[in-house]
Structures are given as C-alpha cells and as structure tokens.
T-cell receptor
Framework: RKEVEQDPGPFNVPEGATVAFNCTYSNSASQSFFWYRQDCRKEPKLLMSVYSSGNEDGRFTAQLNRASQYISLLIRDSKLSDSATYLCVVRHTGNQFYFGTGTSLTVIP | DVKVTQSSRYLVKRTGEKVFLECVQDMDHENMFWYRQDPGLGLRLIYFSYDVKMKEKGDIPEGYSVSREKKERFSLILESASTNQTSMYLC??????????????FGPGTRLTVL
C-alpha cells in the first residue's frame, strides 16, 4: 500500500468554481502534513501546512482528519493561475517525507 | 529568500558513465534530500542527510550514492548510469535541527537522460 494516495484527476473546473482534493495516508503515526503546488516543469513549492484544527489561507482551506487518515484541500473562487498539480505530503517521525503522486487541476476561462 | 541550486537543468549521459549531480543551498539548513520524480510514481526519496557526513537511505537508494562534505552541498552520484535512471532529479533542503521546521525547499531539478 502506498504511503500517500491521491486521486490524480485531472480536475477541469471553470473560473470561480470551488474544488476539493482529498488525500489519504497509511501511517497513523504521521506527524506533519502539507500541500505543495507544482507548476508544469517546475519544482514543488509549499502551498500550506495542514494543522489538526484546520487552517485557511485566503481562498485555500486545509483540513486534517486523523481518525480517518485523510487530508483535504479546498480552493474557492478558482483562478486561472491556480492551474497546477497539487501534491499531498506527509512526514512520519524523523525527517523522511512521503509525497502523493499529485492531483492535476486546470481552471478553464 | 531560500535558494536551492542544482548544477544542471538538463543532462544527457551514456549507459555506464559515472554521473554527479550537485546541489547547493544557501540557508544553512541541516537537512538535505535527493528525490527522483517519474510520471505516475510521484517523488521518491533516494537519500537524505541530516548533517555533514551523515546520510540515510530513502526508499530507492539502489544504484545511487551521496556525499555531504560541507553543510551547504549535497551530491548525488550514479556510479554506473543505466537507462532506468532516466528521470527528473530534485534536491531539497529543510531547516531541521532545533527548529524542526518541516518546510522543504526544492531546487529547479535536473532532467537526466541516460542513453
């Protein structure tokens, strides 16, 4: 079983739409959770960390459900510039990070 | 602003060649990582280092070695390149240490093709 699983998509949504991505992780001892964004042919960049109580950054909301071992990312009022691949990342104890394969989002004018 | 640089953006090598990929970070980070990224497989950890001269195997270390002689530099070595090592190689660093800050900062990647 993979450490981190994501629906690869693609998600094609119109501008202004709300879109949600989910991610599941297999290790209940996982300690830290993140969403990274990767543009085509570019390196991944941190979008936001995910905290137990949930957190919001502008149009982006991240949630963590430890009991069910999943993480979600909600994007409201989608912009064309949101088109990218979104990577779910989990850290167990220690310094090793596990990446999902990514969910592709295209926002259509 | 954290900067992670990699020695080459694109590299073409022949089977059996020894290949060196260099990564340098300028933020005095404790931890450095080498990943490869392949379609459908995502990022997979090859090796990481949490201190100078320290290294730990990741999920796919076979066929690779690493060197960290200085804190800012982490090298990935392919002793004898093979075609199945054709991939995008990404270096990352994170503060680690007492801060235990988890954010990873990535270099621009090296796309390696082995013929």
């Amino acid at each position: 079983r993979k450490e981190v699983e994501q629906d690869p998509g693609p998600f094609n949504v119109p501008e202004g739409a709300t879109v949600a991505f989910n991610c599941t992780y297999s290790n209940s001892a996982s300690q830290s959770f993140f969403w990274y964004r990767q543009d085509c042919r570019k390196e991944p960049k941190l979008l936001m960390s995910v905290y137990s109580s949930g957190n919001e950054d502008g149009r982006f909301t991240a949630q963590l459900n430890r009991a069910s071992q999943y993480i979600s990312l909600l994007i409201r009022d989608s912009k064309l510039s949101d088109s990218a691949t979104y990577l779910c990342v989990v850290r167990h104890t220690g310094n090793q990070f596990y990446f999902g394969t990514g969910t592709s989002l295209t926002v259509i004018p | 602003d954290v900067k992670v640089t990699q020695s080459s953006r694109y590299l073409v090598k022949r089977t059996g060649e020894k290949v060196f990929l260099e990564c340098v970070q300028d933020m005095d980070h404790e931890n450095m990582f080498w990943y490869r990224q392949d379609p459908g497989l995502g990022l997979r950890l090859i090796y990481f280092s949490y201190d100078v001269k320290m290294k730990e195997k990741g999920d796919i270390p076979e066929g690779y070695s690493v060197s960290r002689e200085k804190k800012e530099r982490f090298s990935l070595i392919l002793e004898s390149a093979s075609t199945n090592q054709t991939s995008m190689y990404l270096c990352a660093s994170s503060p680690g240490g007492r801060e235990n800050t988890d954010t990873q900062y990535f270099g621009p990647g090296t796309r390696l093709t082995v013929l």
